[in-house]
């Protein structure tokens, strides 16, 4: 009898890439963009905490090390600003690769509020069975129990919500909302069962921040000759206007972008998933050649925007 797949591990496994047979129908992400500042990494922080995000980068295990190169992490934190002592949500936290450093280095002043899909719109997945919406149900309480173990030393409060569904006492209280590629699933599903989750969810991250706070996207960028039709979110890539076009529809104004997260070797066509890249190697697990070639491209091409919620 197969052993029920704890739901951290299948949030791990979803926040780093999917599966094929996980992901409904493409959509195009585009690598072309509005009218917006094409930046190199923000400002360096002050050097003490600088070092302090080294230090907590050097001691990630070297699974995440290992994807470093791929998802620059020091770097995308140091862009949107986020610093110690600050209050930060995180959209889809998973199994933690970015809450393990956002923990220590926000520190004991700081908060970490993890923001997950509805409840309701998790049966839109494939995988999500009886047992795993069962144990999906549980998150709201287990996360930040589960959150609070990997952050080592320090005692930084951590708490959750589900989009759609924010606390009014975290209204305003947010200096930096993060979603590392969170999109493309609340776009492709955004008017399925009770739907309008992408709408949701922008809401809420408007609702969350404090005025002046920022808004950062890290999303799977496609090319902007593809089609919309490719571009609804199944195939994990998203249209660089698209998302500023929704961000901006929220209240959000466009600050900058930047390319530490880029890698122009991904161009997908039409037929591609963004799945087919590492680490999923979706559509080549039988094809040593095929899975070479995706092994040279790298992982996929990603926008990184930086939006803020008006003074």
Not at 69 to 75: F, I
Request: one cysteine or more; glycine letters at 8%.
């Amino acid at each position: 009898m197969n052993r029920l797949i704890p739901v951290a591990t299948l949030l791990l496994l979803l926040t780093a890439c999917q599966s094929a047979d996980e992901a409904p129908p493409a959509e195009t992400a585009d690598s072309s963009g509005q009218a917006g500042t094409q930046v190199q990494p923000a400002e360096a922080p002050p050097e003490a905490e600088a070092d302090l995000l080294e230090a907590i980068l050097a001691a990630q295990p070297d699974e995440a090390k290992a994807r470093y190169a791929s998802r620059h992490p020091g770097e995308t934190l140091e862009f949107f600003g986020i610093e110690p002592g600050m209050t930060v949500v995180e959209g889809l936290p998973g199994g933690g690769w970015y809450s393990k450093i956002l923990l220590p280095y926000l520190g004991n002043e700081g908060h970490l509020i993890g923001a997950n899909y509805a409840l309701d719109m998790w049966p839109n997945f494939p995988f999500a069975n009886e047992e795993f919406m069962a144990e999906m149900s549980q998150w709201l309480t287990a996360w930040p129990l589960e959150a609070q173990e990997w952050a080592g030393d320090t005692d930084v409060p951590v708490s959750a919500f589900w989009f759609g569904s924010m606390p009014q006492e975290l209204a305003g209280t947010a200096d930096v909302v993060f979603f590392p590629r969170v999109l493309h699933n609340l776009a492709r599903f955004q008017d399925q069962g009770v739907g309008n989750y992408l709408d949701a969810a922008l809401a809420d991250a408007y609702a969350v921040l404090r005025p002046g706070g920022v808004f950062g996207v890290v999303q799977h960028n496609a090319p902007a000759d593809n089609s919309d039709e490719w571009a609804n979110g199944s195939n994990g890539y998203l249209k660089k206007h698209f998302v500023i076009d929704q961000a901006e529809a929220a209240g959000f104004e466009f600050v900058e972008e930047s390319d530490i997260n880029a890698n122009p070797k991904d161009q997908p066509s039409e037929t591609d998933i963004v799945w087919r890249l590492p680490p999923s190697y979706a559509t080549s697990r039988d094809n040593p050649e095929l899975r070479a070639e995706y092994e040279a491209i790298g992982e996929s091409n990603r926008m990184t925007l930086k939006f803020r919620k008006p003074e």
